[in-house]
C-alpha cells in the first residue's frame, strides 16, 4: 500500500496549503523538521540550522539533533512504500548523512523535494542532497529545465464558500520589500488617487525607506490567519514582483484558490491558462491600473476547483516514480 509523510517548514502558511491531506489516514503530516521537547531545543535547533548562519559556512555537529528529526518520528512499515515529501526549506535542515543513513534504513521510501523557492537561492543547502532523493519538483520553469527538475504548476489551497465574506477592502498586500519598495510605494499612490481602499504591510524596511502614507504597515508580523483575513476582506489581491521574477507566486494562488482579483506586474502572468483580463489585471506601469478594473462587476471564477490540488500532487508523485521505475 502506498503511504506518505509530509514534513512542514514551520510555516503556517505551508499547512495551510497542504491542510485538506493531514486527516487522511495513508498521510502522516509533521509541521516542522524537527520535533522538540521544548522551546529551548526548539531555539537552538532552529539557530543551529538556520539559513542564514549555513548560507556561507556549514555549522558541524548538526547530526546532535537526529533523533529530534520528524523523519525519524514516524511510523513506518516494511510492507508498505513510503512517499516522504520535503520542503526545500525542510530537506535544508538535515545533514546529508544523516539523509543518506535514513535511506539506508528505510530502502522501501522515496523522498521527494517539493522546491519552494528558486534553486540560486539555495542550491548551496540543497545541492549535496541531490543524490539522495528520488524525485524533485518545482514551478519555476527555468530551474526545471536547467536541472532535470519536474515541473508542477503549483499546489492550491482552495476555500469553501463559508470562508468568503462582505469585502471593506478594494486591494490588500503583503510582503518583504526586497529591492521592490519604491515600487510599492508607487502603486500605493497611484490606488490612493484612484481612491481605492488599501491596506498594506510591508516587512523588512529600512528606517529611510519608510513612509507616512496611512494605511501601510511597515515591519510588523501578520500571522497567516490574519493575511487569510485580510484576503476574504478584500476584493483585489496586489502583486509587486522585483526584477527578473522566474516563479508562480503565492500571491497568484491565493487569487485563484479564494476567486480574487489579482493585479501583478510579473510578465509571466499572461501567459497562464487562468488569464482572464476581466479578473487579471497585469502592469508595467502603474499609471495602467484603472477604475474600469473595479467597476466590472463579473463574478470572480477561475474554474480551477479541480486542478493542482493536494490530493492530485500525491497521485502525480505516484504516477512518476512508477514511471522511473521502469526506465
Known sequence: MNRFILVGTGKDYVKRVWESLITR??????????????????????IHSSFLLNRYFDLPFKSIWKEKYAINKAEYNP???????????????????????????????????????????????IQEHLENVDLVYTNNKYDADKYGFKYVFNIIPFVSDDEKRKCDIDVFFVGNAYDRIEKIHTVYDRLEKLGLRVKMYVSGVNAKDKSKRKNIVYNQSLPYHDVIDYYNRSVCLLEVVGEKPTMLTMRMMEALARNKKLITNHPIIKEQEFYDPRFILYFDDPEGITLDFFQNNTEVKYNFENKYTPELFLQRIVDDYNEKEKI
Not at 25 to 46: A, E, G, K, M, Y
Not at 88 to 109: A, G, Q, V
Request: glycine fraction near 0%; aromatic fraction near 12%.
Open 25 to 46: 489516514d495513508d498521510v502522516q503530516w509533521f509541521d516542522q523538521p524537527l520535533v522538540t521537547d521544548n522551546r529551548v531545543s526548539d531555539i537552538l535547533s532552529h
Open 79 to 125: 510492507e508498505d512504500t513510503f512517499y516522504l515529501v520535503l520542503f526545500d526549506n525542510t530537506l535544508s535542515r538535515y545533514t546529508p548523512r544523516c539523509i543518506r543513513e535514513f535511506k539506508k534504513e528505510h530502502p522501501n521510501t522515496v523522498i521527494i523535494l517539493f522546491m519552494d523557492n528558486a534553486m540560486h537561492k539555495k542550491e548551496r543547502l
